[in-house]
C-alpha cells in the first residue's frame, strides 16, 4: 500500500539555523500538507499546497516558513532561522483531491530538536 | 475556527473488552466531517474512521464504531474485542469540506493501552 514518507526521522540543529525536511507524498495525489506536534500538544495544521502554491496557511507558518515542490515526488518544508520554540514533530500529509472528507494520509513525522 | 477536544489524555481496557473514547468538537462549518487516527509507537498516523457530518448513520469499520451526536457535537470512537494491536495514540480530527481550503483540527489525543 503506497505511503507517504519523510526524512530524515530526527533532526538536531543550533538555533538560528536553517533546516529542511523532507517528504514522499502519495504519487498519484495532489494536496499536501504540514502539520507539527510540539510535545504534549495538539497536532496543528500548518499550510496546504497545491498545484505549485500555499492553499492555506495558518498564524504559525510565518516568513520563516516556507514549502516547496522541487520535483516530480518531493515537498519539502523550509525553516531559515530556527527558534527553540520549533522543536517539535513535524508531520507531512497529502490527499488525493478536496472534495469535502478526503483522506488526509499521514508520513511518519520527523522529529525536530533546536539547541 | 474548529476546535476539538479530548478529554481523556490516557486510557486503558483489557484485552477483548470495550472500550469508548470521548471526542467534543465545535465548528461554525455546516459541511464537515470528523475522523478519529490511531497512532502506534513510531509508526504513522493512520484513518480509523470517518464520519460525514451530513450522515446521520454512524460510522462503522469492523470492531470500531462511532457515536455521533450532532446536536451535542460528540463523536466517540468504541472499540470493540480490544487488541493489543490497538495500543496507540487517537487522534479526533474536524475537517470542513467544499471551497479551495482544507485543513484538519485536532485533539489532543489519547494514550490507549491495551492489557493483556
Known amino acids: 500500500e503506497p505511503e507517504v514518507t519523510q526524512t530524515p526521522s530526527h533532526q538536531v540543529t543550533q538555533m538560528g539555523q536553517e533546516v529542511i525536511l523532507r517528504c514522499v507524498p502519495i504519487?498519484?495525489?495532489?494536496?499536501f500538507y504540514w502539520y507539527r506536534q510540539i510535545l504534549g500538544q495538539k497536532v496543528e495544521f500548518l499550510v496546504s499546497?497545491?498545484?505549485?502554491?500555499?492553499?492555506?496557511k495558518s498564524e504559525i507558518f510565518d516568513d520563516q516558513f516556507s514549502v516547496e515542490r522541487p520535483d516530480g515526488s518531493n515537498f519539502t518544508l523550509k525553516i531559515r532561522s530556527t527558534k527553540l520554540e520549533d522543536s517539535a514533530m513535524y508531520f507531512c500529509?497529502?490527499?488525493?483531491?478536496?472534495?469535502?472528507?478526503?483522506?488526509?494520509?499521514f508520513g511518519p513525522g520527523t522529529r525536530l530538536l533546536v539547541l | 475556527a474548529q476546535t476539538v477536544t479530548q478529554s481523556q489524555p490516557e486510557m486503558s481496557v483489557q484485552e477483548a473488552e470495550t472500550v469508548t473514547l470521548s471526542c467534543t468538537y465545535d465548528?461554525?462549518?455546516?459541511?464537515?466531517?470528523l475522523f478519529w487516527y490511531k497512532q502506534p509507537p513510531s509508526r504513522q498516523m493512520i484513518l480509523v474512521i470517518r464520519?460525514?457530518?451530513?450522515?446521520?448513520q454512524n460510522a462503522t469499520e469492523n470492531r470500531f464504531s462511532v457515536n455521533f451526536q450532532k446536536a451535542a457535537k460528540s463523536f466517540s470512537l468504541k472499540i470493540s474485542d480490544s487488541q493489543l494491536g490497538d495500543t496507540a495514540m487517537y487522534f479526533c480530527?474536524?475537517?470542513?469540506?467544499?471551497?479551495?481550503?482544507?485543513?484538519?483540527?485536532f485533539g489532543k489525543g489519547t494514550l490507549l493501552t491495551v492489557n493483556p
Open positions: 500529509a497529502s490527499s488525493e483531491g478536496l472534495a469535502g472528507g478526503e483522506t488526509q494520509y
Open positions: 504519487s498519484n495525489h495532489l494536496y
Open positions: 499546497f497545491y498545484n505549485n502554491e500555499i492553499s492555506e
Open positions: 465548528t461554525s462549518e455546516n459541511n464537515y466531517y
Open positions: 464520519q460525514e457530518a451530513y450522515k446521520q
Open positions: 480530527a474536524c475537517g470542513n469540506s467544499g471551497g479551495s481550503n482544507y485543513k484538519l483540527t
